[in-house]
């Protein structure tokens, strides 16, 4: 099959392999909402009939910020579905530091925290967890990891099934998937009352998304520039961002009309998810307020999200590239109903 595909490469134009791959994912796009709504209204009762039984387990362990966390539980989810087995998803000792729980209310067919039984030795993939499921403090699909002997082992294949009892991942997948994560769960009561009232209290405003840090950087001040004179001028502005420069160029850019959502100290140009706090109190409330300001995005009356502009991206990327968190609060923006029925409970 492969000998096949090279062949047609070779055959077809770049020009028209282009296109083909823009329509392609255009119809996926279009199709997700449709995918999207028979994975999560059916997946109770497949849970209830063929899965809650089971005796396999996928834990998920999710790694990068806060889209990746959704897009990979979602992936996740639907692997869950297709191999029955028990869902487990485990983000207390990764980026996220700290249990889903705390924040949303999940459904049946998703558990979080561990799995508190387990008979070791286990069966386990990868096996250099089999004497402790939860001892990896840095499980990542994208590297070769190291066992306890130096040696490197491959991460688990989404597309494959295992005998394994128990299945560790941490896979990526669509970046656009997490928004289909949003429609399988619930705001826990204090934050969805917190939200509700932070965006109440902003009246008529426009919102902006930068994000600026090490490794994804934007042209920020030129970007801000333009959305000042877009800007309608009855609104307020309300900069969401995860750079301290940002919010101080902000600052002086639009004045009185600026809302910061959240207050971002001077990590030194790190990125917020990866910044390990001593205290994890500290730690909620930066998770708290990147899902408040998620949902200031996605109910601001006109949205502006920048565009990624690091060298990598520039040579890799053809078409626009947006942080994940962006991508996001777009999705979100496009879908009102959806952000006024986790808003009102």
Same mark, same amino acid.
């Given at each position: 099959?492969?000998?096949?595909?090279?062949v047609?490469?070779?055959i077809?134009?770049?020009?028209v392999? $282009?296109?083909?791959?823009? /329509? @392609?994912?255009? !119809?996926?796009?279009?199709?997700?909402?449709?995918?999207?709504? #028979?994975?999560? *209204?059916?997946?109770?009762?497949?849970?209830?009939?063929f899965?809650?039984?089971?005796?396999?387990y996928?834990?998920?362990?999710?790694?990068?910020?806060?889209?990746?966390?959704?897009?990979?539980?979602?992936?996740?989810?639907?692997?869950?579905?297709?191999?029955? $087995?028990?869902?487990?998803? /485990? @983000?207390?000792? !990764?980026?996220?530091?700290?249990?889903?729980?705390?924040?949303? #209310?999940?459904? *049946?067919?998703?558990?979080?925290?561990?799995?508190?039984?387990?008979?070791?030795?286990?069966?386990?993939?990868?096996?250099?967890?089999?004497?402790?499921?939860?001892?990896?403090?840095?499980?990542?699909?994208?590297?070769?990891?190291?066992?306890?002997?130096?040696?490197?082992?491959?991460?688990?294949?989404?597309?494959?099934?295992?005998?394994?009892?128990?299945?560790?991942?941490?896979?990526?997948?669509?970046?656009?998937?997490?928004?289909?994560?949003?429609?399988?769960?619930?705001?826990?009561?204090?934050?969805?009352?917190?939200?509700?009232?932070?965006?109440?209290?902003?009246?008529?405003?426009?919102?902006?998304?930068?994000?600026?840090?090490?490794?994804?950087?934007?042209?920020?001040k030129?970007?801000?520039?333009?959305?000042?004179?877009?800007l309608?001028?009855?609104?307020?502005?309300?900069?969401?961002?995860?750079?301290?420069?940002?919010?101080?160029?902000?600052?002086?850019?639009?004045?009185?009309?600026?809302?910061?959502?959240?207050?971002?100290?001077?990590?030194?140009?790190?990125?917020?998810?990866?910044?390990?706090?001593?205290?994890?109190?500290?730690?909620?409330?930066e998770?708290?307020?990147?899902?408040?300001?998620?949902?200031?995005?996605?109910?601001?009356?006109?949205?502006?999200?920048?565009?990624?502009?690091?060298?990598?991206?520039?040579?890799?990327?053809?078409?626009?590239?947006?942080?994940?968190?962006?991508?996001?609060?777009?999705?979100?923006?496009?879908?009102?109903?959806?952000?006024?029925?986790?808003?009102?409970?």
């Amino acid at each position: 099959m492969s000998k096949v595909y090279s062949v047609i490469k070779a055959i077809i134009p770049n020009r028209v392999q $282009r296109v083909a791959k823009r /329509y @392609t994912i255009k !119809v996926k796009h279009r199709l997700e909402p449709l995918i999207s709504l #028979i994975y999560v *209204s059916f997946a109770p009762i497949f849970y209830f009939l063929f899965i809650k039984s089971s005796d396999k387990y996928l834990i998920c362990r999710p790694n990068g910020g806060f889209n990746d966390v959704l897009s990979r539980s979602e992936t996740a989810v639907r692997y869950s579905y297709k191999h029955r $087995r028990k869902l487990f998803i /485990y @983000t207390a000792n !990764v980026d996220y530091c700290d249990d889903l729980s705390n924040y949303f #209310i999940l459904p *049946s067919y998703i558990s979080s925290g561990k799995i508190e039984d387990i008979q070791y030795p286990a069966s386990v993939y990868p096996q250099y967890l089999s004497g402790n499921i939860y001892e990896f403090e840095d499980f990542r699909e994208e590297k070769k990891m190291l066992d306890s002997k130096g040696e490197s082992y491959n991460t688990s294949d989404i597309n494959s099934d295992y005998k394994e009892q128990y299945l560790i991942c941490n896979w990526l997948g669509d970046r656009q998937t997490s928004i289909c994560f949003f429609k399988r769960i619930k705001l826990v009561e204090h934050l969805r009352i917190h939200i509700s009232r932070k965006v109440r209290q902003l009246g008529k405003y426009s919102a902006v998304h930068i994000r600026n840090t090490e490794n994804y950087q934007t042209d920020y001040k030129m970007f801000l520039k333009i959305v000042k004179e877009d800007l309608d001028p009855l609104h307020t502005i309300a900069v969401c961002t995860d750079s301290y420069e940002v919010q101080e160029y902000s600052k002086a850019l639009f004045g009185e009309r600026l809302v910061l959502p959240s207050i971002i100290p001077d990590y030194g140009g790190k990125s917020i998810h990866v910044y390990k706090h001593p205290d994890i109190q500290q730690k909620r409330r930066e998770n708290v307020d990147a899902i408040t300001d998620l949902f200031i995005l996605a109910c601001s009356k006109k949205l502006y999200t920048s565009v990624i502009t690091t060298e990598q991206k520039k040579k890799t990327i053809e078409d626009k590239f947006y942080s994940g968190y962006s991508l996001l609060a777009m999705n979100l923006h496009k879908r009102k109903r959806l952000v006024t029925k986790l808003l009102s409970g």
